[in-house]
């Protein structure tokens, strides 16, 4: 099989496994002219971009796209995800908090009345994108029938923040912006007591932006699980595929699901820009650079995970990058676990054709750090 032409296409070439290894192996942080960005590979080298002081989210210069309309540029200049410092701290913990204070059976069975609920024939291609915004905008609170469109906005307006987005996308972006914000708004004047008011009462302490804040890290936590959590469920459908006898012991979906995110991670890099001069795995980086980090490529490390490459559902000690690291590691970690978990329960025992289907062909979303894959769409018969 070809090889991906650059670190940028690996996401979503059929298998970019062996394109990442040989960067491991040879080039574990090093310079790459055509893309003009470092390209940081190796357990070590993540490790240690990830949790350097000098790493930020964004670059100085640019905290928020220039490109962006006024309306996304709004939501985006609050988000947890896309800050540093004494602004990301305190979010961080209101959002932790937040998502901490759902548990495992309460997330799992709403995922599972939801799986039922979205049945039809379209279930493998849409219920990837539909189910996990529908099961965390219940959790914030929202009305259950403003939840596709809900999930339609937020999905416009993840492909609005894509580092290249064309002017379509950024001005859908900018439209799908302005519709979340309106929709937690009324939300919140709606509920005072519901879990989004119990969110804002978090963001209090951020003064006079608080109830800005709250309500663009609310959107953040439906953007932060649009592409992730439709990657998770389309790659962990496609291991059992290739793997029927996993599917005989569906008890063991939690540790299938850990496996398939090292293995086939559904966020495949993310980045970092250096705030200041600084040294990392003794190569020279500068104020400006921009890092591209291979989280998918870290997890088939040999120094992190032994015979990295075999897909291994009772691997002992296992050691993954998917989820980050550092100050800015994923808080939603086990909340996806649940809500996959539950999904894929409730799929595979309700609906033992639904592999098949997979089976019929399938394609990846067009990303440069995503792994998401898209299946056909059913044909009735
Ligand atoms: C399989 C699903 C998911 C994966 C693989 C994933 C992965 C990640 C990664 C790699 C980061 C760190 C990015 C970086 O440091 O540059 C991150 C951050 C974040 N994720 Fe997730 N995520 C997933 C689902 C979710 C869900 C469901 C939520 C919330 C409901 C969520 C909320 C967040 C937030 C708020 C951040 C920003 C944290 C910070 O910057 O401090 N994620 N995620």
Redesign the pocket.
Known sequence: MSQPKDALAAPTHPDPYSFYAELVARRPLFWDESSRMWIASSARAVGAV?THPACR?RPVTEPVPRALGPGAAAVFRHL??MNDGPV?CPM?QA?SSF?GGFGERQVREEARRRTRLLGGPERLHSLPFQL?LSV?GRLLGLSEDGLPQVAVWTGDFVRGLAPGADMDRLEAGERAAHGLLEVFRAALAADVAGPLALFARGAERFGAQGREALLANAI??LS??HD??A??LGNTVLALLGQPALRERPGLLPHILDEV?RHD???QN?RRFLAEDAVIEGQRLAAGDTVLVI?AAANRDPALNEDPHRFDVDRKARRSF???AG??????EA??KWMAWGALEELLTADPGLLRAAARGVSYVPSVNGRIPLFQREVRS
């Open positions: 990830l989210v947890v995800r990301h961080k959002v998502l996990p965390v953040g936590l932060q699980t992730a959590t990657g998770l995110l991670a559904p966020v993310t989280l998917t989820f980050g100050v800015h590691a994923c808080p939603g909340l996806v």
